[in-house]
Structures are given as C-alpha cells and as structure tokens.
C-alpha cells in the first residue's frame, strides 16, 4: 500500500526556519508532482506550493521568497523548506503527491499525507 508520513513540523518563533519531509513507502517506481496544502483554524484549506515535472514550482503569494518546495526520488521523499517564518504560517501542512508505481501495472495516482502541525509564535 502507498502511502505518505509527513514528519519536521513543531514550533518555531517567527522568522525562524522549519522543513517538512514527506515521505512515500518504498514500494514505489518514482514521485511525478507534488504539492503542499494548509489549514489555518476558521480557514479553508489552501495550496502553498507544488511542482510538476520540468516546469519550476508554483507558491502562493503568501509564501513566496519564503518556501521552497523540492523532491528526491532517491528517498522518495518531497520537501517544504520553510524561512522568515510568520504567525499567520501557523496550521496543518499536508503533502499530495502524483505517484507512479510498476507493479502490478504501471499507473499514476495521487496520495495524501496524514497532516503535521506548524505554529509559529509571535
């Protein structure tokens, strides 16, 4: 079975620095595209960022010059480097990935991650 473990959240005071790792199970031929969502308390979920293949990241406005989002398929693994880190940063980050796998068949599904808390002080 696919699946996601997100782990690095925690807290932080604001301007500090975290990174987010997600992490695919190894039974897995290589991550296509990934993404990264948030939920803020009283907010709708909202995309950060995310990656397609050959094309540069996509970030929200919000996050721009702040987040950067990358993969690697040797640990099968996408990342969210997180600077100048704000309050209003402060939710659950979740990790989507476009996965492909070989076996049985060849195919190309999207997974999700369970969700890791981010808070930041002021």
């Known amino acids: 079975q696919v699946r996601l473990v997100e782990s690095g959240g925690g807290y932080v005071q604001s301007g500090g620095s975290l990174t987010l790792s997600c992490v695919a199970s190894?039974?897995?031929?290589?991550?296509?595209?990934g993404a990264w969502y948030r939920q803020a308390p009283g907010k709708q979920r909202e995309l950060v960022a995310n990656?397609?293949?050959?094309?540069?990241?996509n970030y929200d406005d919000s996050v721009k010059g702040r987040f950067t989002v990358s993969r690697d398929n040797r640990k099968n693994a996408v990342y969210l480097q997180m600077t100048s880190l704000k309050p209003e940063d402060t939710a659950v980050y979740y990790c989507?990935?476009?996965?492909?796998?070989?076996?049985?068949?060849?195919?190309?599904?999207?997974?999700w991650g369970h969700g890791i808390q981010v808070t930041v002080s002021s």
């Open positions: 989507n990935a476009e996965i492909v796998i070989a076996i049985p068949e060849w195919s190309l599904s999207s997974y």
């Open positions: 190894e039974n897995i031929f290589n991550i296509n595209a």
């Open positions: 990656f397609t293949s050959g094309c540069m990241p």
